[in-house]
């Protein structure tokens, strides 16, 4: 039997990769504010894509739905997000920060620039570039197009990228 050299191995190092990083950033939202990584991701998703799904939000986070919906569920208890009805298909629900989530999201912001600008200054220009070029390469390869959920029109149901 052939086994893996996982220290080789892209798709293993890719994850090792991400796990730290999420978890090195759960520090810096979860020391402020008590969120896990789902509720954070929602929470960054809803403050870039305002108006969308919870499916779509899911999808551009990369989450199964169940951790969704406990995370929308979470921070709509907090009164970070709000729900609104689709006016053209009432199993439909959009989603958006409200005022007291965009403050929060705000507050959590800078320290999130922060640790990115200390990853890629770790890099150098060269490095980032590589980096970011490849990421751009594999998300084309897997077909992630970037994951954009795109906004929802008003009244509308969600866009496709």
């Known amino acids: 039997m052939r086994t893996l050299d996982l220290e080789v191995f892209l798709p293993y190092r890719l994850n090792r990769v991400a796990t730290a990083v999420?978890?090195?950033?759960?520090?810096?939202?979860g020391r402020k504010f008590g969120l896990t990584i789902p509720e954070w991701r929602?929470?960054?998703?809803?403050?870039?894509?305002?108006?969308?799904?919870?499916?779509?939000?899911?999808?551009h986070a990369r989450l199964h739905k169940t951790k969704v919906?406990?995370?929308?569920?979470?921070?709509?208890?907090?009164?970070?997000?709000?729900?609104?009805e689709n006016p053209d298909d009432r199993r439909e629900e959009f989603l958006a920060l409200t005022a007291t989530g965009l403050q929060a999201?705000?507050?959590?912001?800078?320290?999130?620039?922060?640790?990115?600008?200390?990853?890629?200054?770790?890099l150098g220009p060269d490095g980032?570039?590589?980096?970011?070029?490849?990421?751009?390469?594999?998300?084309?390869?897997?077909?992630?197009?970037?994951?954009?959920?795109g906004p929802a029109p008003a009244g509308g149901p969600e866009q496709e990228p």
């Open 105 to 122: 999201y705000g507050a959590i912001v800078p320290d999130m620039t922060a640790f990115e600008a200390r990853l890629l200054a770790s």
């Open 22 to 29: 999420s978890e090195q950033l759960r520090e810096v939202y």
């Open 128 to 149: 980032t570039r590589a980096v970011l070029h490849a990421l751009d390469r594999l998300e084309d390869v897997l077909e992630l197009g970037g994951g954009r959920p």
């Open 69 to 84: 919906s406990r995370a929308v569920q979470a921070l709509e208890e907090r009164r970070w997000l709000a729900r609104s």
């Open 42 to 59: 929602v929470l960054a998703t809803l403050a870039q894509f305002p108006r969308s799904t919870a499916k779509a939000a899911g999808r």
